[in-house]
């Protein structure tokens, strides 16, 4: 079992960067793969990004490569997501999620655990 809660979300300006943290409880993580997600009103929820926990090997989709970065930190059981350059379409609720594999996956469907999401607004 993984509980995951989300943090650092909040209102920012185009052009500004936020980090969102995702504090995992579980007793090992090493077998595991975390994503990031997001979800704007009345649209899908939609692929971020992934980290892999025990090789670190990370994957993005398109909309944020070379914008967003996920890392993690080991003793602290925490990922991360730093968002830079932010845009207005970047508006959504963000959630993290675990995958029990070592493998990295792209869809909601992949993903076992979720958090309660964190509200990122960005204004224009």
């Known amino acids: 079992q993984v509980q995951l809660v989300e943090s650092g979300g909040g209102l920012v300006q185009a052009g500004g960067s936020l980090r969102l943290s995702c504090a995992a409880s579980?007793?090992?993580?090493?077998?595991?793969?975390m994503g990031w997600f997001r979800q704007a009103p009345v649209k899908e929820r939609e692929f971020v990004g992934a980290i892999t926990w025990s090789g670190g090997t990370t994957f993005y989709a398109d909309s944020v490569k070379g914008r967003f970065t996920i890392s993690r930190d080991i003793a602290k059981k925490t990922v991360y997501l730093q968002m830079n350059s932010l845009k207005p379409e970047d508006t959504a609720i963000y959630y993290c999620a675990a995958r029990p594999a070592i493998v990295l996956g792209t869809s909601v469907n992949d993903y076992a655990y979720w958090g309660q999401g964190t509200q990122v607004t960005v204004s224009s």
């Open positions: 579980a007793r090992t993580l090493i077998t595991y793969t």
